[in-house]
Structures are given as structure tokens and as C-alpha cells.
């Protein structure tokens, strides 16, 4: 059981009490590095096994999760406004303080995208993209050229600030489209799309994020891909964590956790043929690949080293 003598869970929990006591956690000198440092703190790969935190820092973990989420939605309406005064908010995109991120992780998740499919898809949804959509923009800007992006959020002022973002460009004006619903409620729709990203922080606690990937697994089409952000290790404070089991209806492909200042890992699946999930052997749980095993890579794009472990998936789920 990994508890408060940790030091790097110290460290977390003394940063949550300073989070959690400021005012508002929209940017500032005081926002600014208070997160930097829980950042700094979580980035290096670790051994911790958040599953095993005792309940009093599980509870803690819950409640930062919440507090980086609105931070980062803050962070992203702040910057999406400032890119809206300019004529070409595209042109601009550098001054987002995390845009090399951006950059680095749609390059790994378009790397992912082609390993696993044949064709480019023609029609992508985003769900939780948010007043800035930097994924859908930079995906379709330099990776996926031809694709239409559909991006669902919740919260209509953050679809107001995205399109925006995009209006004045001739071509991603004609391919983004920005529709206000919660995903539970797109129900035949979601049939149209090869591929089907969801935000990390769509679903920030582990019972939400399931039901939403059980809805995501009635409605996709058969043989659709669904990617998710996921974190491992100490970034686990930061971000909600998605395991192979949670993936019912879908059969796990690969999970890839980036070990460079690229936070969330990424797990592709593809969503299992009705037949198959009806059959005794896919009792709708994330199923066997014909090699009985799927993919964890730890990957980082600056040193471009890889190092693949192949683990048999009745292992994992055991």
C-alpha cells in the first residue's frame, strides 16, 4: 500500500493543499507554477501504482484530477480568446504554451492511427474538444488533410471560441464542425466515424469514464478505432487512468506511454463486431488479439528510442 511516507506522494500532497487553497485557478503567476511544479513533479517515469495509494490519497487524487481539469480549461479558454483577436488564429498557435506538446502527441497518435488501419479515415469525431481543439487542428492540418473532424462538447461557450479559431481558414473551416451535446446523447450518429478520440478529461472519474466507453462501444460502427488518453505511473495524478479492462465491447491494440514531457499515454482499440461480442468467447470485455497479445510501448519522440514489451492480455486482465 503506498501511502503519505512516499516522498514523491509528499510531494503531490503538499501541492494539492497549496491548489486547492488559491482563490481561482485561472492563469496567474501563482497558477502558473504551482502547476509547473505538480507537473515537473509527476513527469519522470515511476514505479507507482496508483491503484495501490491508500484511500486518503485516492481521495486527494480525485480531487486534484478535478483541479487540473478546470486549470487546464481555464488555461485553454484564456489562450483560445487571445488566438480569436488575431486575423489568422491559426498563424499564432505558437504562443499556446503547450503547443509543442500538441504537436509531438498528435504525431505519435497519427503514427499509432496508420499502424492500425489500412486507409486514412474520411470522418473523425473529437469528443471534449474544448474551447481550444489543438488535437483536431493539428491532426488535420499536417497528418489527416482530406478528413472531416466533428468535435462534441458539452459546453456551447467553448464551441463558440474553437470555430473561431477556425473560420477564417478556407480549408479547416470546410472540414471542423463543433456540435454542443453531451456524447451520451449521440447515440446513431456515432456510426459514421472511422475513428473516435476521446479527451482525457471527458469522464474524470473512473465509473463516468466507463459508462461513456460502454455507450461509445453500443453505438460505434463494427471495426470503427476508438483512441483514448490514458497516464501511467506518477502522471496518474494528473490525469484519469484507462485500463484494458475498462474496454468492454473493444479489442485493445496498443497502449503507448510517452516518457518525454508528453503527459498522456494513448491506447487504441477497435470496436468489436456484434457477432463476436454475442459469441461466449467475447462476453463484451476487451478481447484476445489473434496473437493473444497487444502492445505497451514506452516511446519517446526526442530520442526516438522504443522499447516494446509484448504481454498476453489474459495476463493483464487476470
Given at each position: 500500500m503506498?501511502?503519505?511516507?512516499?516522498?514523491?506522494?509528499?510531494?503531490?500532497?503538499?501541492?494539492?493543499?497549496?491548489?486547492?487553497?488559491?482563490?481561482?485557478?485561472?492563469?496567474c503567476?501563482d497558477?502558473n507554477?504551482?502547476?509547473?511544479?505538480?507537473?515537473?513533479t509527476?513527469?519522470p517515469?515511476?514505479?507507482?501504482?496508483?491503484?495501490k495509494?491508500?484511500?486518503?490519497?485516492?481521495?486527494?487524487?480525485?480531487?486534484?484530477?478535478?483541479?487540473c481539469?478546470?486549470?487546464?480549461?481555464?488555461?485553454?479558454?484564456?489562450?483560445?480568446?487571445?488566438?480569436?483577436?488575431?486575423d489568422?488564429?491559426?498563424?499564432?498557435?505558437?504562443?499556446?504554451?503547450?503547443?509543442?506538446?500538441y504537436?509531438?502527441?498528435?504525431q505519435?497518435?497519427?503514427?499509432?492511427?496508420?499502424?492500425?488501419?489500412?486507409?486514412?479515415?474520411?470522418?473523425?469525431?473529437?469528443?471534449?474538444?474544448?474551447?481550444?481543439?489543438?488535437?483536431?487542428?493539428?491532426?488535420?492540418?499536417?497528418?489527416?488533410?482530406?478528413?472531416?473532424?466533428?468535435?462534441?462538447?458539452?459546453?456551447?461557450?467553448?464551441?463558440?471560441?474553437?470555430?473561431?479559431?477556425?473560420?477564417?481558414?478556407p480549408?479547416?473551416?470546410?472540414?471542423?464542425?463543433?456540435?454542443?451535446s453531451?456524447?451520451?446523447?449521440i447515440?446513431?450518429?456515432?456510426?459514421d466515424?472511422?475513428?473516435?478520440?476521446?479527451?482525457?478529461?471527458?469522464?474524470?472519474?473512473?465509473?463516468?469514464?466507463?459508462?461513456?466507453?460502454?455507450?461509445?462501444?453500443e453505438?460505434?460502427?463494427?471495426?470503427?478505432?476508438?483512441?483514448?488518453?490514458?497516464?501511467?505511473?506518477?502522471?496518474?495524478?494528473?490525469?484519469?487512468?484507462v485500463?484494458?479492462?475498462?474496454?468492454?465491447?473493444?479489442?485493445?491494440?496498443?497502449?503507448?506511454?510517452?516518457?518525454?514531457?508528453?503527459?498522456?499515454?494513448?491506447?487504441?482499440?477497435?470496436?468489436?463486431?456484434?457477432?463476436?461480442?454475442?459469441?461466449?468467447?467475447?462476453?463484451?470485455?476487451?478481447?484476445?488479439?489473434p496473437?493473444?497479445?497487444f502492445?505497451?510501448?514506452?516511446?519517446?519522440?526526442?530520442?526516438?528510442?522504443?522499447?516494446?514489451?509484448?504481454?498476453?492480455?489474459?495476463?493483464?486482465?487476470?
Amino acid at each position: 500500500m503506498v501511502c503519505e511516507k512516499d516522498p514523491l506522494v509528499q510531494k503531490v500532497c503538499e501541492l494539492y493543499e497549496q491548489i486547492s487553497s488559491l482563490e481561482s485557478l485561472k492563469p496567474c503567476k501563482d497558477v502558473n507554477m504551482l502547476f509547473t511544479q505538480l507537473v515537473v513533479t509527476c513527469m519522470p517515469p515511476s514505479p507507482i501504482d496508483v491503484t495501490k495509494l491508500c484511500k486518503s490519497i485516492q481521495d486527494i487524487r480525485c480531487k486534484l484530477i478535478r483541479l487540473c481539469g478546470e486549470a487546464e480549461g481555464h488555461l485553454e479558454s484564456h489562450f483560445s480568446t487571445i488566438l480569436g483577436s488575431y486575423d489568422n488564429p491559426l498563424h499564432h498557435l505558437n504562443i499556446f504554451p503547450y503547443y509543442s506538446n500538441y504537436l509531438k502527441l498528435s504525431q505519435l497518435e497519427f503514427n499509432i492511427l496508420t499502424k492500425h488501419c489500412s486507409n486514412l479515415p474520411t470522418k473523425v469525431a473529437f469528443v471534449g474538444s474544448g474551447p481550444l481543439p489543438l488535437t483536431s487542428i493539428v491532426l488535420a492540418s499536417f497528418h489527416l488533410t482530406t478528413t472531416s473532424f466533428h468535435n462534441y462538447d458539452i459546453d456551447p461557450s467553448a464551441n463558440s471560441m474553437a470555430l473561431q479559431l477556425v473560420s477564417s481558414d478556407p480549408d479547416l473551416s470546410q472540414r471542423m464542425f463543433f456540435h454542443t451535446s453531451d456524447i451520451m446523447d449521440i447515440t446513431n450518429d456515432l456510426k459514421d466515424y472511422d475513428v473516435v478520440f476521446l479527451a482525457a478529461l471527458v469522464g474524470m472519474d473512473k465509473e463516468t469514464k466507463v459508462r461513456i466507453i460502454d455507450h461509445l462501444a453500443e453505438y460505434m460502427a463494427p471495426g470503427a478505432l476508438l483512441m483514448l488518453r490514458s497516464a501511467h505511473g506518477a502522471r496518474a495524478f494528473l490525469y484519469p487512468v484507462v485500463d484494458p479492462c475498462d474496454l468492454r465491447g473493444f479489442e485493445v491494440l496498443s497502449i503507448f506511454h510517452p516518457t518525454d514531457e508528453v503527459i498522456n499515454s494513448v491506447v487504441i482499440s477497435r470496436k468489436i463486431p456484434i457477432t463476436k461480442q454475442c459469441s461466449v468467447e467475447y462476453p463484451l470485455a476487451p478481447t484476445k488479439l489473434p496473437n493473444k497479445c497487444f502492445d505497451i510501448e514506452m516511446f519517446n519522440p526526442l530520442n526516438h528510442v522504443n522499447l516494446l514489451e509484448e504481454l498476453d492480455i489474459e495476463e493483464q486482465l487476470s
